[in-house]
């Protein structure tokens, strides 16, 4: 089946070490998204994508950082520089051509830093 | 980009139909208006988007006011599986929309 797939689902690190988030999928969808969600918070904007080789930083980008080498790929690296990384991570992805669809997102990974 | 606002949280008794308010004044010509919502520990799904005209799929039906500065979001029958928060955003027409999510509403459904 078509999807986004996150790995892994619960993450635990210790303080400054960087770590990397996976997310992947079979969507053929052009655009990719990272956000970062906290306890009782809404989404908010790390890192997206809209074409292999070529990303922007969203509203969060300090302490992250991703690579797109592949349409299907989009790994955000969670580095030492950020101040507090322990949150809910969530991947998203959608088409970006003129046809309007929905965006699909994975099932998130926790990541708890101690 | 344009902003959406949202009630914190509302509740509802099962069985009974729900609507969701989001107002969003401040929306250009080329904004759809989507509405996703998120269940506890997992990714946002999508719920429905329009345009202009008031939209209905299997999940829910979307009704957009005639000057497109709010929008409201109808579950015709509340179940307790639709207790989640419902986030709703704006997405340009064409190309590349770069998507951006508040706090939503978080739905509480009462037995």
Same mark, same amino acid.
Not at chain 1, 3 to 28: A, D, H, M
Not at chain 2, 31 to 50: A, C, F, M, N, T
């Given at each position: ?5 996150? #790995? ?56 992250? #950082? ?27 992805? #959608? ?20 | ?7 914190? +949280?509302?509740? +509802? *008794? ?8 989001? *107002?969003?004044?401040?929306? +250009? ?26 939209? *209905?799929?299997?999940?829910? +039906? ?50």
């Amino acid at each position: 089946d078509g999807g986004i797939t996150q #790995s892994p689902k619960y993450l635990f690190r210790k303080e400054g070490q960087n770590v990397t988030l996976s997310c992947e999928q079979n969507l053929n969808h052009d655009a990719m998204y990272w956000y970062r969600q906290d306890p009782g918070q809404g989404l908010r904007l790390i890192y997206y994508s809209q074409i292999v080789n070529d990303f922007q930083k969203g509203d969060i980008a300090e302490g992250y #950082s991703v690579s797109r080498e592949k349409k299907e790929s989009f790994p955000l690296t969670v580095t030492s520089a950020q101040k507090n990384p322990t949150a809910f991570y969530l991947c998203a992805s #959608s088409t970006s051509g003129t046809k309007h669809t929905e965006a699909f997102f994975g099932q998130g990974t926790r990541l708890t830093v101690v | 980009d344009a902003k959406t606002t949202q009630p914190n +949280s509302m509740e +509802s *008794n099962e069985e009974e139909p729900v609507h969701l308010p989001c *107002n969003h004044s401040t929306i +250009s010509g080329t904004d759809y208006i989507h509405w996703y919502r998120q269940l506890p520990s997992q990714g946002p799904e999508y719920v429905i988007h329009g345009l202009t005209s008031n939209v *209905n799929n299997r999940m829910a +039906s979307l009704a957009i006011a005639e000057d497109r500065k709010s929008s409201t979001l109808i579950l015709h029958r509340a179940t307790l599986r639709d207790a989640a928060v419902y986030y709703c955003i704006l997405r340009k027409s064409g190309g590349y929309q770069k998507v951006t999510f508040g706090t939503g509403t978080k739905l509480q459904v009462i037995p």
